[in-house]
């Protein structure tokens, strides 16, 4: 009798362990569904936007409240890295994580028939190229761009690939800036319709093209959008609104002007992360903040008298190779799998995007052609207690050949970054490489290296070349090596091809 009653309890304790299990399953299942769901992704792109832009980055006076939380509640990296110090290289660059060089974009495109367009007219993101839309698009995700384009010169025409043939469902762009200028723009283009003038401020009108597409799309799948803002690029126009908080403390009308031009992109990410929010999808959702290149020197050129940008303390501005060329702001932000309150200084570059966003979308990277870019995904998944580095098996290096100053050539390794001139500066400035002048190209050799310690020189003020305790000879090697790698690879335009 007692062995029967051991019995009937043991089968009772079975029965409610049982019982427990299937219901923490029940209960907690969707939960870890949620946990191994492949995130959707969001890439925010400025143009021209300073290192000291931001408030989380410095900036005494521009309001950035939004995108303050966003860093605050993830990642804000220290030394994020565009593709180039220029907006067409540098977009190429992103898309397809290898180095503009490559695909062959060197400088920014003009549009065919605009003044200095001859020439550079056959200059565009070739076909062949695999982009990070038609890999997620081939992975199952949705696709959606709505912004600056910039990655052709016959935009809107059979004569060039257009955004929706690298992958995007979805496309509303323009060329390149929008025109006549962010308020009430009339370039815009949507799936190969222009739409005419928008009663709108650019970036709020990409915003609303962003939820409204958001808001039509399967919720049962996840999704890629690419929103590269026109802000804060000039001609510069910014909302009465915000521009009147800032006429206390800017120099003058057209400082004010910028200053609330970086104010109303953060309140249209802000629109944009409520709208992620009420569609319940902002969990699981990755947002990355960064920019083309560095700030537009304040009256390089006639209309550019809007260009309030500041490096920081960064030597140089867009253009250049110094650090403030393409040292850019950059911040990630995923509540499901990225900690709050991280400040990371790893070398990070918008190269990178592509392999990471393969590896979490669980598509594979491009068989053919070199990237440049690595997965990046430990240091997003990390935490403020234990922070995760990568080792690059090759360094970032740039080949600016238009550069302002006169160092062509930069290479980011580890703390060190290295600069250096073409035949001591004696290769003339080039907007492409073509069959015309690849020779003298190919023919030039590196010199006039200068090596900076960037762990304790951000500003790039003391040349430590040939100093004992700096390893000169294998950091002049190291750039040698990768200039000629990447050289040898370049991608040489002859004809229209």
């Known amino acids: 009798m007692e062995r029967a009653c051991r019995n009937t309890r043991s089968l009772r304790l079975n029965i409610r362990f049982v019982f427990g299990c299937l ?20 890439v925010l792109l400025c143009d021209d936007l300073g290192y000291g832009d931001l408030g989380c980055y410095g900036h005494p006076h521009i309001q950035t409240p939004h995108l303050d939380r966003l860093a605050s509640n993830g990642i804000r990296f220290t030394d994020m890295y565009s593709a180039a110090p220029v907006c067409s290289p540098s977009r190429v660059g992103l898309l397809t994580g290898r180095s503009p060089n490559r695909a062959g974009v060197y400088d920014w495109i003009p549009e065919v028939g605009q003044r200095g367009s001859v020439g550079r007219s056959m200059v565009h993101m070739r076909a062949s190229e695999t982009t990070i839309p038609s890999l997620l698009n081939n992975a199952g995700y949705q696709t959606c761009m709505a912004g600056k384009w910039h990655c052709n010169s016959h935009f809107n025409s059979d004569v060039q690939p257009q955004p929706g043939d690298f992958g995007f469902d979805h496309w509303l762009a323009t060329q390149n800036n929008a025109a006549p200028s962010h308020e009430n723009p009339r ?18 009108f990409l915003i609303d093209e962003a939820l409204t597409w958001l808001q039509s799309a399967d919720r049962d799948a996840p ?45 249209a990410v802000g629109r944009l992360i409520d709208g992620l929010e009420r569609m ?24 550019a008298n809007r260009s309030y940008g500041r490096p920081g303390k960064l030597r140089g501005m867009k253009l250049h190779t110094t650090e403030a060329g393409f040292r850019v702001v950059g911040i990630a932000n995923w509540p499901a799998k990225i900690s709050a309150n991280q400040t990371v200084a790893t070398p990070i570059s918008s190269l990178d995007f592509l392999p990471t966003f393969c590896q979490l979308a669980d598509c594979p990277s491009p068989s053919q052609g070199r990237l440049d870019g690595i997965n990046i995904e430990p240091v997003l998944t990390g935490s403020p207690s234990n922070q ?23 290479m980011r390794s580890g703390k060190w ?63 040698e090596n990768a200039y000629q790698q990447l050289l040898s690879d370049s991608h040489v335009w002859s004809g229209d091809k």
């Open 223 to 267: 999704f890629f959008l690419y929103v590269p803002f026109h802000e804060p690029h000039e001609p510069v126009a910014s909302p009465e609104t915000l521009v009147s908080k800032y006429r206390d403390v800017a120099r003058d009308e057209d400082e004010a002007q910028y200053f609330a031009n970086v104010a109303n992109v953060d309140d």
């Open 388 to 410: 995760v580095t990568v080792e690059r098996d090759r360094p970032l290096v740039w080949a600016y050949y238009n550069a302002t100053n006169e160092a062509r050539v930069a």
């Open 23 to 42: 219901l923490a399953i029940a209960v907690v299942g969707p939960a870890l569904a949620d946990a191994f769901k492949r995130p959707n992704i969001v």
């Open 280 to 303: 319940n999808v902002r969990d699981n959702t990755l947002v990355i903040f960064t920019s083309d290149n560095g700030p537009e020197t304040h009256n390089r050129y006639a209309s």
């Open 417 to 479: 970054k290295v600069l250096a001139k073409l035949d001591n500066g004696k290769l003339a400035k080039l907007q492409n490489v073509t069959s015309k002048n690849v020779d003298l190209v190919q023919a030039a050799t590196l010199t006039d290296i200068e090596i900076y310690d960037l762990d304790s020189d951000v500003s790039e003020t003391i040349d430590v070349a040939g100093r004992s305790d700096v390893p000169t000879e294998s950091l002049t090697s190291e750039l």
């Open 187 to 204: 370039n815009f283009v949507r799936n190969g319709q222009a739409i005419g003038r928008v009663e709108r401020f650019s970036c709020q």
